[in-house]
């Protein structure tokens, strides 16, 4: 159940770096135009507080620094494709150019470097993103490995650089540690970002409803398939049936999903 309930978590926190946030408690109305229903979004921000959102208006890169409410524990959400500005991440991508010279991530790991020293993030936080905010995110992974437990990567691709993989063998860069990284995605629909290169650590595939499917109550853009909304729906559903799905006398989860 924990595992699974961290997968929703995290896949929130995914979908809540795409609204326009302020420090303090996140705004509502702008969580909801990310993607959040009005109850979800009060029940989001109830949980989190923003600590800080970057955005660089050069390179385009998004995160938001969040910290959960009771327990202190800072988590990093990076943001994917939404503006102009990031259409040159995803192309040097689409292209074979890896993160360590993609100006977005550079832009990234320098303000992670300015967070880590002033303290607005510490040891142990987790980072999540979804398409181009989880390559990122397995980016910081290779350079932050002793300061990040681990990586979620929602529909995100993955490495499709000999580039980076050169660098890596002479000692230039580091490769992501797989151990430290959950590769999540939807299982409906034709995959082309999430399913370009390599998955930087095995592949976990989430049911969703195809939403182009026309027994939908109503049919969606094919790329809704690849949303954050639709994954995360569907992973609320997987937490739901694991919290209730217990077995037992000491409750152990019955774990309804083909999540390994």
């Given at each position: 159940?924990?595992?699974?309930?961290?997968?929703?978590?995290?896949?929130?926190?995914?979908?809540?770096?795409?609204?326009?946030?302020?420090?303090?408690?996140?705004?509502?109305?702008?969580?909801?135009?990310?993607?959040?229903?009005?109850?979800?979004?009060?029940?989001?921000?109830?949980?989190?507080?923003?600590?800080?959102?970057?955005?660089?208006?050069?390179?385009?890169?998004?995160?938001?620094?969040?910290?959960?409410?009771?327990?202190?524990?800072?988590?990093?959400?990076?943001?994917?494709?939404?503006?102009?500005?990031?259409?040159?991440?995803?192309?040097?991508?689409?292209?074979?150019?890896?993160?360590?010279?993609?100006?977005q991530y550079l832009s990234?790991?320098?303000?992670?470097?300015?967070?880590?020293?002033?303290?607005?993030?510490?040891?142990?936080?987790?980072?999540?993103?979804?398409?181009?905010?989880?390559?990122?995110?397995a980016g910081l992974i290779?350079?932050?490995?002793?300061?990040?437990?681990?990586?979620?990567?929602?529909?995100?691709?993955?490495?499709?650089s000999l580039i980076s993989?050169?660098?890596?063998?002479?000692?230039?860069?580091?490769?992501?540690?797989?151990?430290?990284?959950?590769?999540?995605?939807?299982?409906?629909?034709?995959?082309?970002?999430?399913?370009?290169?390599?998955?930087?650590?095995?592949?976990?595939?989430?049911?969703?409803?195809?939403?182009?499917?026309?027994?939908?109550?109503?049919?969606?853009?094919?790329?809704?398939?690849?949303?954050?909304?639709?994954?995360?729906?569907?992973?609320?559903?997987?937490?739901?049936?694991?919290?209730?799905?217990?077995?037992?006398?000491?409750?152990?989860?019955?774990?309804?999903?083909?999540?390994?």
């Amino acid at each position: 159940m924990s595992q699974i309930n961290d997968y929703f978590i995290q896949a929130e926190l995914a979908m809540a770096a795409y609204a326009n946030l302020n420090v303090g408690a996140p705004s509502q109305g702008e969580l909801i135009q990310a993607g959040m229903s009005s109850v979800q979004a009060a029940q989001f921000a109830s949980k989190w507080v923003v600590v800080e959102q970057y955005n660089d208006p050069i390179t385009g890169v998004s995160a938001t620094v969040f910290e959960e409410v009771g327990t202190g524990k800072k988590h990093l959400a990076v943001r994917g494709t939404q503006d102009p500005a990031d259409f040159v991440a995803d192309y040097l991508i689409l292209t074979g150019v890896p993160s360590e010279l993609n100006p977005q991530y550079l832009s990234l790991k320098s303000k992670l470097n300015e967070w880590l020293g002033d303290g607005t993030l510490n040891q142990g936080f987790t980072v999540a993103g979804h398409s181009l905010g989880g390559y990122l995110s397995a980016g910081l992974i290779a350079d932050f490995s002793t300061s990040i437990s681990h990586a979620y990567l929602y529909n995100a691709p993955g490495n499709n650089s000999l580039i980076s993989q050169v660098m890596v063998d002479m000692g230039i860069a580091s490769a992501p540690d797989a151990s430290k990284i959950t590769t999540l995605q939807a299982d409906a629909g034709i995959s082309p970002i999430a399913g370009l290169g390599n998955d930087f650590s095995p592949l976990n595939e989430v049911f969703i409803e195809d939403q182009l499917d026309p027994n939908l109550i109503s049919t969606a853009p094919a790329s809704l398939n690849h949303s954050q909304q639709v994954l995360t729906d569907s992973l609320a559903v997987y937490s739901l049936f694991a919290t209730l799905g217990t077995t037992g006398k000491r409750g152990q989860s019955t774990i309804l999903s083909n999540i390994g």
